[in-house]
């Protein structure tokens, strides 16, 4: 079955760049979207179609891709940006979604 | 405004059936494909299935095929999630999503959580 690969844990110093990366087979055609989700909470869009922005979430917030491996990049990392964050994107087929296991990111 | 509220979790034995529903409102349903996703407790999110406006494409993950079952009432802006046999892996917040073209979902309901115990 498809599978996203995401790093389990990434630290980053408040105000640098943070990097996700996201690794999947069918991602040169089938473009990611990524969420964040704080603890007990539903997650939410920030990066759709690899690298569009949902109305209302910040500037900081960016989406790149190169082949196979998608990056999500959160610049001038604050304290509030320390959630799991996900993508998402589907098989070559388009029948079978699958998030990435998700990846944990400290602001220390 | 968009709103998607889930219903219809709760504690079940194993081998049991449950029925989730999820409510749509403020925006045209029938323009929209809706997906559900769990979240096993302390795990990552988790696509189970996702159903197109009419119900005429219906997709699964190979971990509920055969035994769960998507549905929609257009006329009640209403999706379901059919859940039989199910199964201690099986328990998990589940959530419904509202499903955009190229795989992304931009509204979110706040969940409802399926605990399979005995």
């Known amino acids: 079955s498809y599978e996203l690969t995401q790093p389990p844990s990434v630290s980053v110093s408040p105000g640098q760049t943070a990097r996700i990366t996201c690794s999947g087979d069918?991602?040169?055609?089938?473009?990611p979207s990524w969420y964040q989700q704080k603890s007990g909470q539903a997650p939410v869009l920030v990066i759709y179609e690899g690298t569009k922005r949902p109305s209302g979430i910040p500037e900081r917030f960016s989406g790149s891709s190169s082949g196979t491996m998608a990056t999500l990049s959160i610049s001038g990392a604050q304290a509030d940006d320390e959630s799991d964050y996900y993508c998402y994107s589907t098989d070559s087929s388009g029948s079978h979604r699958v998030f990435g296991g998700g990846t944990k990111l400290t602001v220390l | 405004e968009v709103h998607l509220v889930e219903s219809g979790g709760g504690l079940v034995k194993p081998g049991g059936s449950l029925r989730l529903s999820c409510a749509a409102s403020g925006f045209i349903f029938t323009s929209y494909s809706i997906n559900w996703v769990r979240q096993a407790p302390g795990k990552g999110l988790e696509w189970v299935s996702s159903i197109s406006s009419s119900s005429t494409y219906i997709y699964q993950a190979d971990s509920v095929k055969g035994r769960f079952t998507i549905s929609r009432d257009n006329a009640k802006n209403s999706v379901y999630l059919q859940m039989n046999i199910l199964r201690a892996e099986d328990t998990a917040v589940y959530y419904c999503a509202r499903d955009r073209g190229s795989w992304y979902a931009d509204y979110w309901g706040q969940g409802t959580l399926v605990t399979v115990s005995s």
């Open positions: 069918a991602l040169p055609q089938k473009y």
